[in-house]
Nanobody
Framework: QVQLVESGGGLVQAGGSLRLSCAASGITFSIYTINWYRQAPGKQRELVASISSSRNTMYADSVKGRFTISRDNAKNTGYLQMNSLKPEDTAVYYC???????????WGQGTQVTVSS
């Protein structure tokens, strides 16, 4: 059974930092691309950052220079370090694991991030 479990969300003041974690089980973690999405109330889910199995990374323009995605294959865990947080970063953040070239993809349950002004 595949599970992705996010943690690390919470309430933080603008300018603060949070580190999200995504612990995976039931998959060969190292071959999956790990994506972080977010969904704010009334908005569509958007891709925030992605890290491939070869550790190539991409970021949405809105978070470049503030967020850093990483992975620890030995721990089957992905991370999203979020610095200089802004109120507009408030959303539920979801971890996604996708194997390139295949249809299998998995989602975590989401973790709430709230940034107060």
């Amino acid at each position: 059974q595949v599970q992705l479990v996010e943690s690390g969300g919470g309430l933080v003041q603008a300018g603060g930092s949070l580190r999200l974690s995504c612990a995976a089980s039931g998959i060969t973690f190292s071959i999956y691309t790990i994506n972080w999405y977010r969904q704010a109330p009334g908005k569509q889910r958007e891709l925030v950052a992605s890290i491939s199995s070869s550790r190539n990374t991409m970021y949405a323009d809105s978070v470049k220079g503030r967020f850093t995605i990483s992975r620890d294959n030995a721990k089957n865990t992905g991370y999203l370090q979020m610095n200089s947080l802004k109120p507009e970063d408030t959303a539920v953040y979801y971890c996604n694991a996708k194997r390139p070239g295949y249809s299998d993809a998995y989602w975590g349950q989401g973790t709430q991030v709230t940034v107060s002004s």
